[in-house]
């Protein structure tokens, strides 16, 4: 990529070129010391403006140095183009024109001394613009750069938020279950064993049947209580590694070799989310980009990780960019502590790896 030159580049090599110029006029009319001297103060303070950003006060120097030899050397009228320039690039343009008053009392020639102004009042206005629209346009690519790390910021914390949802319904659904289980299930078998208990001391048949036949009863209660419990528990949609096999069986336009190892109950609810946007990515861009005649899909889930793989056969185009879909799933993938990584080399491979957290699927 070719580098662009700042605008202060530009200015810079007008400075230093008036700075030869005057060199010139010295070595073609006069070669004297006084000429001599003013080109060397004039140098430094051009050379101080290229080092560091002099206040606009400093011009009047420029002009002082030059007012000071107009006696001794016509040069220094050439001069005045330097404090014309740097007044008019600090958008003080109106003060500039003052010095095209030194025109009625040179004794060089007042027509290419005009010209000569002329040129140092257009480049430095034209420099005072490009440089005015610099600004502008990095105050406005600073603000887009700070709302983009904004929108990126509330996305982090809106997967971080959908992550802690999660969990937090995770254990208020344990706790429900388990008070249900206590108030109903728990009851009815506490009391069922007292009952039994107490059957071996009654003496009385009648009572004694009627003992049995409350146990009866409230083993019926348990037992329909606990078909509730587990019918209530049980999903109405495909959760977890069932919904990504739903998906792959449900892919119908290239075979899928799916294989999976580890056991998938330790990943938390809210992983399971980005495995499957990592897998419908995949398959789309397989359609979308890929000749591929085959995908191979592996699920490995250990202690420490869950690592979802989908390698293609196809060749793909040689991008060096990122879709936006990927840098979506990269940013979710980084909440979460993980990462979603792609190679092109060989096929289209999306490997996204996430720590699973202590506890697993019981948080």
């Not at 110029?21 to 003013?38: G, K």
């Not at 001794?72 to 003080?92: D, H, M, N, Q, W």
């Not at 430095?124 to 600004?135: A, D, I, P």
């Not at 802690?164 to 078998?189: K, N, T």
Request: net charge neutral; hydrophobic share 45%.
């Amino acid at each position: 990529m070719k580098m662009i030159k700042e605008p202060m580049f530009f200015v810079n090599v007008w400075r230093f070129l008036m700075i030869g110029v005057l060199i010139h006029l010295w070595i073609m009319e006069e070669a004297t010391t006084n000429s001599f001297i003013l080109i060397l103060l004039l140098m430094i303070m051009t050379s101080l403006r290229w080092r560091f950003a002099l206040p606009v006060w400093s011009v009047l120097v420029d002009a002082f140095i030059c007012f000071l030899f107009f006696p001794y050397t016509a040069i220094s009228y050439y001069g005045l183009a330097v404090p014309i320039f740097e007044l008019t690039i600090k958008g003080r343009a109106v003060f500039s024109l003052l010095f095209f008053i030194s025109l009625f009392f040179t004794s060089a020639s007042p027509n290419l001394l005009f010209w000569f102004f002329l040129q140092a009042l257009f480049f430095g206005l034209f420099s005072y613009l490009t440089l005015k629209n610099q600004k502008v346009n990095k105050l406005e690519a600073d603000e887009q750069r700070k709302a983009r790390y904004e929108l990126e910021r509330i996305k982090i914390d809106l997967l971080e938020a959908n992550q802690s949802v999660s969990q937090q319904a995770g254990l208020m659904e344990r706790y429900r279950i388990s008070r249900e289980l206590h108030d109903h299930l728990g009851h009815d078998l506490t009391g069922a064993s007292l009952a039994l208990q107490a059957y071996e001391y009654i003496q009385d048949p009648h009572e004694a049947d009627k003992l049995l036949e409350e146990v009866k009863n409230r083993l019926e209660r348990s037992t329909k209580s606990l078909r509730e419990t587990v019918h209530n528990m049980t999903p109405t949609t495909l959760m977890g590694v069932e919904n990504l096999e739903y998906i792959i069986n449900n892919y119908y336009q290239i075979d899928i070799d799916w294989k999976k190892s580890g056991d998938t109950l330790q990943v938390p609810a809210y992983m399971w989310s980005l495995l499957e946007a990592c897998l419908k990515e995949a398959l789309t861009n397989v359609v979308r980009h890929s000749n591929a005649t085959k995908i191979e899909v592996d699920l490995h889930v250990t202690g420490t990780i869950a690592r979802l793989s989908i390698q293609d056969n196809g060749t793909v185009p040689n991008q060096n960019q990122t879709g936006s879909g990927l840098r979506s799933l990269q940013m979710r993938a980084r909440s979460l502590g993980g990462s979603v990584s792609i190679n092109r080399d060989n096929g289209f491979l999306l490997v996204c790896v996430i720590p699973m957290e202590k506890g697993g699927a019981d948080k």
